[in-house]
């Protein structure tokens, strides 16, 4: 039987108006959900704060079992979410498969966060026993984007469910069943108890109806530089945690002694992996003196022969862009690059949603496409001609998510990395890469540094309590 139902998915009325969740590639419908209302979110605190508390009770081997239930159902279900994925996201089938994977071993490694140690025995001066173990935060609100629908809400649901809380998410409306209504269907049948994961579709305004809710304590967002800040300001006024991976324009400083034969596909995929919509894409690509007229030349004969179109119909490697807006903030941003002086390699056209891969020679300072976070199939390339300068241009950027270096010797690689901010560094590696077990985050503009992964997890969802026990009631001077 199908995991998806349109009759059935969305369970628990809203009372907002209906969306129409389109395909990007070709503008027809695929669906009609209800978005949620300020009313909604609050009806969802309050449902999931009740449910908590038996949740929390349960013995881990019973929350451990939802989990691994979850992750084996995303197995599963491959081919129907393959394909929701594809059509609703526009991302190829190869971005579908690792999206699958990533979420099913994130509730696999959520499942083995239920029986971590939860805190330790302190040292004391009175005659007591004292300790400290880790409790819910009770109900997480999740805020998650488009662009890896799946992947960006599971690692925030997988953990917080599995370390005894609710959730509220809150999906991009463009993606709301692949980044929404999949994951309460894998949960419900996977056997997660009613009113623990709610799922509602909104834009702004029920994400600030999240962020203010006395009854949701930490909030993780994922989205814009811009909306995180106005999630943090929100978050700090009701003093409450706020976990923030925001926006990136992350460097990949190729050395002098680099293989240019291997790199271009590195480099290509950094920059062009599902149309560069990816937090962690490659935006600047900084590149040694000796060696830059070839790689940009190389690069741009990579990006004309690769394949833009349909990924539900055609075996193409870039679909579409998400929506019409942002293809219009892409363009713009490549026109006014060059008509500012930067050269027009590769690309710079579109049909429809469909933006050609494009790469940029000659940036400065004052190209906008090499300063912003374009969020597009662009690769904006520049020279540098020592490791002095390759570290200056690399940290000068207000962003600080992730970072790659090119070099034939590993341990240079290591200290030039030791000089630049930044959150995540691959050596010999582009910058997009994310795996269940590591910590994910980005420092300055790109958010509040790691919390996902192993100890991240349980910083981010459950609180540290400190309790004594003496075998006596304690006696004092008066």
């Known amino acids: 039987m199908p995991l998806l139902d349109p009759t059935t998915w ?15 590639a070709t503008g027809e419908q695929l669906a009609t959900v209800t978005l949620a209302t300020g009313e909604d979110v609050e009806a ?19 929350r451990a079992a939802v989990l691994r239930k979850a992750g084996d159902l995303f197995g599963a279900h491959a081919e129907e979410l393959r394909e929701w994925l594809v059509r609703e996201a526009g991302g190829i089938t190869g971005k579908a498969d690792f999206e699958l994977h990533v979420a099913a071993q994130e509730c696999y490694e959520a499942a083995a966060l239920a029986s971590r140690p939860a805190g330790q025995v302190l040292p004391t001066e009175g005659p007591r026993l004292s300790y400290t173990r880790r409790v819910p935060v009770g109900v997480v609100g999740v805020i998650a984007p488009f662009n890896a629908p799946l992947i960006l809400s599971i690692r925030s649901v997988a953990p917080a469910l599995a370390l005894g809380n609710a959730v509220v998410l809150k999906p991009d409306p463009r993606t709301a069943v692949c980044g929404g209504l999949a994951l309460a269907a894998v949960f419900a049948e996977a056997g997660l108890p009613e009113g623990l994961l709610h799922v509602l579709p909104g834009g702004a305004e029920t994400g600030q109806a999240l962020v203010a809710d006395p009854r949701i304590p930490v909030i993780s967002f994922t989205g814009s530089t811009g909306a995180g800040r106005h999630v943090g300001e929100a978050a700090g006024r009701h003093l409450k945690r706020a976990h923030l991976e925001l926006g990136g324009n992350s460097a990949l400083v190729v050395l002098e002694d680099a293989d240019l034969e291997a790199v271009i596909s590195t480099a290509a995929w950094g920059s062009f992996f599902h149309q560069g919509q990816i937090c962690m894409t490659t935006g600047r690509h900084l590149v040694h003196a000796s060696l830059y007229d070839e790689y940009v030349e190389r690069l741009a004969a990579k ?10 119909r055609d075996q193409v490697h870039l679909g579409p862009l998400i929506d019409q807006g942002q293809l219009d903030k892409v363009h ?3 026109e006014s690059s060059t008509a500012g002086g930067a050269k027009l390699a590769a690309g710079g056209t579109h049909d429809r949603l469909f933006y050609r891969p494009t790469v940029l020679a000659d940036t400065d300072d004052d190209t906008p496409a090499y300063t912003e976070e374009v969020f597009g199939p662009v690769a904006p390339v520049r020279s540098f001609t020592g490791a002095d300068e390759a570290a200056a241009l690399a940290a000068a950027s207000p962003y600080g998510l992730s970072l790659g270096i090119v070099t034939r010797d590993a341990a240079r690689g290591l200290e030039l990395a030791e000089r630049i901010p930044t959150g995540i560094v691959h050596i010999n590696d582009q910058t997009v890469n994310d795996e269940a077990v590591a910590p994910f985050g980005g420092v300055a503009a790109s958010g509040t540094g790691s919390r996902f992964g192993g100890d991240a997890n349980l910083d981010a969802f459950t609180d540290v309590r400190w309790t004594t026990v003496r075998g006596d009631v304690a006696q004092y001077p008066f």
Do not use: M, Y
């Not at 969802?44 to 081997?61: D, I, K, L, M």
């Open 10 to 24: 969305q369970s628990r009325p809203l009372s907002g108006p209906e969306h129409t969740v389109t395909e990007p």
């Open 44 to 62: 969802a605190a309050e449902a999931g704060r009740a449910a908590q508390a038996e949740w929390a009770r349960a013995p881990h081997f019973v």
């Open 303 to 312: 990006a004309d022969s690769l394949a833009v179109g349909d990924p539900h």
């Open 332 to 334: 713009a941003l490549v």
